[in-house]
């Protein structure tokens, strides 16, 4: 399976998925989507997730990923499919399509890729992760491939991350505050996953008038989802 590829121009998106693109190609730098994060070290660790868009029963929907109950840190968490690069990945989309294919059983000829966002760094695990857009051209079933790490795998409807009745914003005992969603039933996006997704919806004009004053306890955990997760892949990949 090769996961290199070239990123397709607007012919060959919906209509309404063309904003997000020439948004997404217009960031060029990590700071429109972490303000106040600095920019990655040149020997950050590379990572990258998948921001899959695709067009179900609801309309508009979004790949989410929740992570295992069973997990004995950050059980139950929100996150894209993504993980740590492998040395034989051809740069940032491969690792995000191999990553979602190994998760959650992503057929990766589906996806056509649109854009790639700035690497975002997170200082405390040293990775720079790189954000890649994609849309679900030929949509395939998709579940969690090992239940030890996924509990679940689901598409959240973009009508829903955008009505105000499902955000809030999170606060953690460290004292940051940041976007939060009730996605799936209710469940917590939040961290660095919530963060993208609330920035990105704000630039293209998705997102609609929300309380940001009605604020939720971090939902259990000390660290952003992502990091456990890109930490967990990594370790595995040191093991092969």
């Not at 609330?198 to 004009?205: D, E, H, I, T």
Request: net charge negative.
């Amino acid at each position: 399976m090769t996961y290199a590829r070239e990123l397709v121009d607007d012919d060959a998106l919906p209509d309404w998925l063309r904003p997000l693109a020439e948004v997404g190609r217009s960031i060029d730098s990590p700071r429109f989507l972490s303000p106040s994060m600095p920019e990655a070290p040149p020997k950050a660790r590379p990572a990258a997730v998948l921001v899959l868009f695709g067009e179900g029963e609801s309309g508009p929907d979004l790949l989410l990923t929740e992570r295992a109950h069973s997990m004995r840190s950050h059980a139950g968490q929100i996150a894209f499919p993504g993980g740590a690069t492998d040395p034989e990945d051809a740069g940032p989309v491969a690792t995000a399509l191999r990553e979602a294919e190994e998760e959650v059983g992503l057929d990766p000829d589906g996806v056509d890729v649109f854009a790639t966002l700035p690497r975002l760094w997170l200082p405390p695990s040293n990775f720079a992760v790189t954000p890649v857009l994609g849309w679900w051209r030929r949509p395939c079933p998709v579940r969690p491939v090992d239940p030890v790490e996924v509990e679940s795998v689901f598409r959240s409807p973009v009508a829903e991350l955008t009505d105000p009745v499902n955000r809030f914003s999170v606060s953690h005992p460290s004292g940051w505050v940041g976007p939060g969603f009730a996605v799936n039933g209710g469940l917590t996006l939040w961290g660095f996953t919530a963060g993208i997704v609330s920035r990105l919806f704000g630039a293209v004009g998705w997102e609609r008038p929300w309380d940001a004053g009605r604020v939720v306890p971090y939902p259990g955990t000390a660290r952003d989802p992502l990091v456990e997760e890109i930490e967990t892949d990594a370790a595995r990949g040191r093991r092969r």
